[in-house]
C-alpha cells in the first residue's frame, strides 16, 4: 500500500480561489448593523469593503426641525451606551454659542456623571471584546457593575440608556444625597472589580496570543484618517481633549492619559487599544473621587431664556467621549432651530480605517481589529 | 492664528481668492474660491508652519440659492482647529451637477467624508475614486439634506409613510396645535389693527 501523500502543489485538481463574505450585518462581532464585504484567499482577508447605513436615522435632517432643547433627546441616540458624553458635547456647543455661564455645582455633575458614562461605556467595550475573542465569563463581570452605573443614572435622570439629563445652562435635577452616596459606594468597591477584570483577561495567555502583534495602527496613519481617542492613544500619540484643550471643570482636576507602550506587543496593537481602555477607567474614577470632594453647593440650572435663539454664526466644538473626539459642528442662523447640526464621529472615522487594515489579516483576527476599536453603529450612521 | 494663515496662503499662492472672516459669536473662518481650493489645502497640510494634518470632517450646508462646504483641519501639533470654507451656486435646471475638486488623495480621512457630503447633497468631486451613496442605500432616489428633499412615496414598492401605521391621534392632535395656534395669531394681529384704528 502506497501512503505517500501528494504535495499540494503536485495536485493540479487543486486550486485556491478568491471567496467573497458576507461578515454582517447580522453578526455578533460587527457591533451592531455593519456588513463588511470582504474577499478572502483561504482564511487571508484580501479586501474588505464597509457597507453601512443599516442605521441610518438621518438624524441631521430632523435636527433642522428641532428647537435647541429638542435636539438633545436626539443626540443621545448617536453613541446608545454613552450619552450623557454625547449630550454634554452638544450642550456645550450651544452654549458657547449663547455665551452662557455654567454654575458650579452643575460643571462638576456633569463632569461626574460623563466620568461614569466613560466607565461603563469602556466596560461593554472590555466585556464584547471577551466575548469577540472567545471568552463569555468577563462580559457577565463587566455586565454586573455597569449595572450600577445604570442604577445611579436611573435614580438621578429616570433613564437606563437614553437621559436627556445635560441640559441648555446645566442640568435637570440637583443630585439627591442618596445619589452621591451610591456613586461613592460605587467609586469604593470599583478598584477590587478592576483587579478582578484584570486577572481574567488582560494578562490571560490565549487573550495576549490573539491580540498582541494584530492589527497594529502606525502613528501616521491615525493623523491621515483623523482617529481619535483610544484608537490614537493606543498607537502611543499623548492626546486627549481633557488635558490638551480642557473643556468644562476638566483643567482644574488631576489625571493621567494613559498610552499604547506595546508592553505586550507591539506599539498601537489591539492589545494595546483594550488595555489604554482599561487604564482610562481607572483614570475616570480619579476624576469622579475629585468630583465628590470638592463639589459645591448651589444652583444646576443657570437663567436660560423660554426660547433659545443663539446668534448668526457657526461653531466647531469637540469632546472626549468615551470611543473618540465627538464633534458638534453647529451652523445657527438666528432663528430657534439649528440651520445644521453637523456630527463628527470618531466611530465613522475608525470603520473608514477598516478597508486600508484589514489586507493581509486572518479572518479570526479582524474580529480582533474591529473589536479593538469598539464601534457603536448609531453614531457610524446618525 | 487666522490672519497668520490668511497671510501665509496670500504669500504663497498667486492670485487667490481668500476672506477672512471673524465674527464675535463663534468661531472664525476662512473662505476661498473653489478654482484655488486643491492648492491652499496642499498648503496648509504640508508647510512647517501651519502642519494641518489632519482632516477632521466635511460638511456640506444647502444654504438655498448657494451650497457651502466647509473643511475642518486640525494641528495636532500647534493644536488648532481650522474651518476653510468654499461656497457654490446651485447649477441651473438643465446644468452639469455641481462638481468639486476632491481631496481624497490629500487626505484618506476625505475619501468618506466627501462620498457622505455626495450622498446627502447630491455635491460631485471631481477625481474622486470611488463615488458611491455611503449611508443611503444605492438605489435611493434624492439627496435627503437639502432644503428642497421631498421623501419619495414608495422605494422599492414599499410604502414609505403606511397610513396603517402612522398615530392618527398624533397627527390630528398636531393638527389642532397648529390651528389653535394660526387662530391666536389671527386674533392677535385683528386686535392690534383694531387698536391702531382707533
Redesign the interface.
Known sequence: MNYSVKSVEQDESIKSEKLIVNMGPQHPATHGVLRLEIETDSEIVTKAIPH??YL?R?M??HCESMDFRGVIPFVDRLDYLASMNMEHGYVLAVE??L?LEIPRRAEYIRVMVAELQRIASHLVAFGTYGIDLGAFTPFLYAFQQRENILSIFESISGGRLLYNYIWIGGVWHDLKSSDLEMISNFVAEFEEQWQRYDTLLTQNKIFKERTAHVGIIPQA?C????ATGPVLRGSG?S?DLRK??PYSIYSELEFNIPVGEGSVGSVGDCWDRYYVRMVEMRESIKIIKQCLDGIEDGEVMAKVSKVIK??A????V?TEAPKGEI?Y?L??DGKKNP??L?V?SPC??HV?MVP?LAPGMMIADLVALIGSLDIVLGEV?? | MLDKVVSKIGEKIKDVDCQLST?????G?ILIGVKHLVEVVRLLCEDIDLSF?????I?G?DRGESVEI?Y?F?S?KF?H?L?LKIVLPWPAEGEEALMVPTISHL???A??QERECFD?LGVKFKNHPDLR?????DDWTGH??RRD?QAEAKYNGIEIYPENKSNAEDASFAARQREAEKAAKAKAAAEAAAAEKK
Open positions: 453601512i447605513g441610518h438621518c441631521e435632517k458657547q454659542m455665551g496613519l493623523h491621515e484618517y483623523g500619540i492626546h490638551d484643550k443663539p446668534p454664526g457657526e461653531i466647531y469637540k464633534g459642528h451652523i445657527s440651520y445644521r453637523k463628527k465613522f472615522t473608514s486600508e450612521d446618525r | 465674527p464675535e459669536v463663534g468661531d473662518h494634518r489632519t482632516l477632521q470632517l460638511t450646508t466647509s475642518l486640525t495636532f493644536k482647529d474651518i487626505f484618506k480621512a475619501d468618506w446627502m451613496r455611503l449611508l443611503c442605500p435627503p439634506l428633499y
